[in-house]
T-cell receptor, first 115, second 115 residues
Framework: GAVVSQHPSRVICKSGTSVKIECRSL??????MFWYRQFPKQSLMLMATSNEGSKATYEQGVEKDKFLINHASLTLSTLTVTSAHPEDSSFYICSAISTKNYGYTFGSGTRLTVV | GENVEQHPSTLSVQEGDSAVIKCTYSDSASNYFPWYKQELGKGPQLIIDIRSNVGEKKDQRIAVTLNKTAKHFSLHITETQPEDSAVYFC??????????????FGKGTHLIIQP
């Protein structure tokens, strides 16, 4: 089946630093990648949509200068949380539409803790 | 954009009994309705999905029904087992204007299987 590999699974960083999260589609080409954020005991909220080779589209209320998304290839998208603050601590999850089964495949998530 | 409501927020059933989780959506043009299972600290895992051209789909102990007129869809799990304990999310495409859309998720149902 379609697999999206997400790394790291957990990361702790200091306030003011930046953190990069990677998502790779292992056995299909991900023309479009989605990034979600999930706070504890809450649902997933769409942050942005990235299409390979073009600028990402951000949902209302999501700061594009804080959450930098790069989708330079059909198998790799990255999310960089810049100048992280404790309120950015969350579970970040990527997802891609699989050209194999046209369903949404999710990565395993990254637990970001900003101290 | 789509609005998805999910009920109940918590559901406790005896092992072996059936569990039903219900969702409603707002956009009559939505055409894809997945259900995800999420275990603690992990990304969502697709368990079943349905497209708007069918009213029911079944996969072993899991079934999904769709009522397009009423704009609601339900997840049915029969013969529940302890490993079914998790948080379940329903979802629908955020926008129905065509193209690749991210998903709008319900708030989730914490399913507890009592031994």
């Amino acid at each position: 089946g379609a697999v999206v590999s997400q790394h790291p699974s957990r990361v702790i960083c200091k306030s003011g630093t930046s953190v990069k999260i990677e998502c790779r589609s292992l056995d299909f080409q991900a023309t479009t990648m989605f990034w979600y954020r999930q706070f504890p005991k809450q649902s997933l909220m769409l942050m942005a949509t990235s299409n390979e080779g073009s600028k990402a589209t951000y949902e209302q209320g999501v700061e594009k200068d804080k959450f930098l998304i790069n989708h330079a290839s059909l198998t790799l998208s990255t999310l960089t949380v810049t100048s992280a603050h404790p309120e950015d601590s969350s579970f970040y999850i990527c997802s891609a539409i699989s050209t194999k089964n046209y369903g949404y495949t999710f990565g395993s998530g990254t637990r970001l803790t900003v101290v | 954009g789509e609005n998805v409501e999910q009920h109940p927020s918590t559901l406790s059933v005896q092992e072996g009994d059936s569990a039903v989780i219900k969702c409603t959506y707002s956009d009559s043009a939505s055409n894809y309705f997945p259900w995800y299972k999420q275990e603690l600290g992990k990304g969502p895992q697709l368990i079943i999905d349905i497209r708007s051209n069918v009213g029911e789909k079944k996969d072993q102990r899991i079934a999904v029904t769709l009522n397009k007129t009423a704009k609601h869809f339900s997840l049915h799990i029969t013969e529940t087992q302890p490993e079914d304990s998790a948080v379940y999310f329903c979802a629908a495409p955020q926008y129905s204007g065509g193209g690749a859309d991210g998903l709008t998720f319900g708030k989730g149902t914490h399913l507890i299987i009592q031994p």
